[in-house]
T-cell receptor, first 111, second 112 residues
Framework: NAGVTQTPKFQVLKTGQSMTLQCAQDMNHEYMSWYRQDPGMGLRLIHYSVGAGITDQGEVPNGYNVSRSTTEDFPLRLLSAAPSQTSVYFC??????????FGPGTRLTVT | GQQVMQIPQYQHVQEGEDFTTYCNSSTTLSNIQWYKQRPGGHPVFLIQLVKSGEVKKQKRLTFQFGEAKKNSSLHITATQTTDVGTYFCAGPWVSGAQKLVFGQGTRLTINP
């Protein structure tokens, strides 16, 4: 099993550009989440899904869109990138037990 | 909104010394999870505590969940250089939900 995979590993965007961060899992987990990690602030939940076709907002959803058309994939879209979105982004998946499996992360810089 | 506070933010110890990080929630938690993140890596699940007053051990790591289920601690006995990293606690946003709120983390560095 590959677990949780994320692409790309690194990305540099200019302000105003849009892009999609990809996340896939092969563990048949129902739950998937996107977090951003900034220095000194831990991990903050952006968006969340409890299954295909169902998504919900987290703490910091503004500027981000998600969709969940399949169990395996949960892409995160940045609509119009801003320097405040410079961060490390982690995707995670879990069963209902709560233990989260994290992907390796995407380091995004917006200039 | 719900907050999970973690202290200290940083801790530097000599190898062989003990280390403790504390986690406090503004609300009662149905469970609490602990994660470890190595430098440059991703968070890795360590343990989940569910019961009031629960204590669990993993080799040199001891995890406790408070009686009121609003606080938790992670204690490492006789630290080793492999313990370096940031330790996070996390609790459900609302009871039973899979949305987690994370503490800010405690970054542990060790002098060999």
């Amino acid at each position: 099993n590959a677990g949780v995979t994320q692409t790309p590993k690194f990305q540099v965007l200019k302000t105003g550009q849009s892009m999609t961060l990809q996340c896939a899992q092969d563990m048949n987990h129902e739950y998937m989440s996107w977090y951003r990690q900034d220095p000194g602030m831990g991990l903050r939940l952006i968006h969340y899904s409890v299954g295909a076709g169902i998504t919900d907002q987290g703490e910091v959803p503004n500027g981000y869109n998600v969709s969940r058309s399949t169990t395996e994939d949960f892409p995160l879209r940045l609509l119009s990138a801003a320097p405040s979105q410079t961060s490390v982004y982690f995707c995670a998946s879990s069963y209902s037990s709560g233990e989260q499996y994290f992907g390796p992360g995407t380091r995004l810089t917006v200039t | 909104g719900q907050q999970v506070m973690q202290i200290p933010q940083y801790q530097h110890v000599q190898e062989g010394e003990d280390f403790t990080t504390y986690c406090n929630s503004s609300t009662t938690l149905s469970n609490i999870q602990w994660y470890k993140q190595r430098p440059g890596g991703h968070p890795v699940f360590l343990i989940q505590l569910v019961k009031s007053g629960e204590v669990k051990k993993q080799k040199r790591l001891t995890f406790q969940f408070g009686e009121a289920k609003k606080n938790s601690s992670l204690h490492i006995t006789a630290t080793q250089t492999t313990d370096v990293g940031t330790y996070f606690c996390a609790g459900p946003w609302v009871s039973g939900a899979q949305k987690l709120v994370f503490g800010q983390g405690t970054r542990l560095t060790i002098n060999p």
